[in-house]
């Protein structure tokens, strides 16, 4: 499998393929390099490490939306059973941006919902980049009603760089859109856990990530904007976006240290880019163990500790 290299991972990269390189010719010349190549491999384990482990703000923001990194619908088949995806809003049209339905998790009925993107330019375009527009919210919220009216967990996932911006969204009643689902959500009698597998960007994220619990995986990002237009608006310079993601802090461990976030899941050695299979075990751990708490509460002790949860967020102190 060819893989996508970010300029920082170049290092990697290149020891890879000294390692195939010399497979190859022990493989083929009968010399015996099996010493080097597990020199070399234990070599490329450590440098794996201290990329990742010394990865700044602005790396990590690479990460969460690198080219090769899992979006929900590589997750589906791993963590669910007998997905049925259920489209449209019924009152505009079906946004591919907002892909969601009923799965089984853990011998249990859930709604998914999540956001999704492209690989190709021709699924990029039709999933228009992962940006939704107000059918593709107001799709989740119809679906967040049904798991409502059969008593099914919802459980979500952020991937986008933000809600579409276009002036036909705007038409359509973006802001709308968003508000209303936070409010829904916000109220919801059933357990939502969501959880951030790439980008969360701005109330494109938000209008699917009010819930009970919010995680996020070890690389993803969640921010009001992300560092290129942060860097646009400020600097008016997009070249500053290394010094506008150190200003945002948008990682799971500075959301940790917030209070903002209720969990960091970890990714395999070299991202979920790398392992998608290990990636979704990891997730579906921690989903399981969240949604057994959360299965265990009464409504109304549930839907108090939401409320008490979100009025919390965003406190301080001035000591």
């Not at 050695?269 to 265990?296: M, V």
């Amino acid at each position: 499998m060819a893989y996508s290299y970010l300029e920082f991972e170049r290092p990697i990269a290149e020891l890879t393929s000294k390692i195939e390189g010399l497979s190859g010719m022990g493989s083929g010349s009968g010399v015996n390099i099996a010493e080097e190549v597990e020199r070399l491999n234990a070599k490329r384990d450590k440098l794996i490490e201290q990329i990742y482990s010394h990865a700044t703000r602005a790396q990590i923001c690479q990460l969460s939306r690198h080219p090769d990194r899992p979006y929900i619908l590589d997750y589906m088949p791993l963590i669910f059973d007998d997905f049925q995806e259920l489209h449209g809003d019924r009152a505009f049209s079906d946004d591919s941006a907002i892909v969601g339905g009923i799965a089984a998790f853990r011998g249990s009925s859930v709604m998914v919902v999540g956001q999704q993107k492209g690989r190709d330019t021709k699924e990029k375009l039709k999933r228009n980049f992962g940006m939704p527009r107000p059918e593709g919210y107001r799709k989740a919220l119809r679906l967040f009603k049904l798991a409502e009216r059969f008593e099914m967990p919802v459980m979500t996932f952020i991937d986008t760089a933000g809600a579409w911006p276009g002036i036909d969204a705007e038409e359509r009643g973006q802001s709308e859109a968003i508000a209303r689902n936070l409010q829904e959500l916000a109220a919801l009698k059933v357990p939502v856990i969501c959880t951030v597998i790439g980008e969360g960007g701005s109330g494109g994220a938000l209008a699917i990530g009010v819930g009970d619990r919010m995680y996020m995986q070890q690389f993803a990002t969640y921010s009001v904007i992300s560092p290129e237009g942060c860097a646009a608006i400020l600097w008016r310079d997009k070249s500053f976006a290394n010094e506008a993601a150190e200003s945002l802090k948008p990682t799971a461990t500075d959301l940790q240290s917030l209070g903002l976030i209720d969990g960091i899941i970890p990714e395999p050695k070299e991202g979920a880019h790398r392992n998608t299979e290990e990636a979704a075990a990891l997730i579906a751990a921690t989903l399981e163990k969240a949604l057994n708490e959360l299965l265990q509460q009464p409504l109304d002790a549930l839907l108090s500790q939401r409320n008490e949860r979100l009025r919390n967020i965003g406190t301080f102190s001035s000591k």
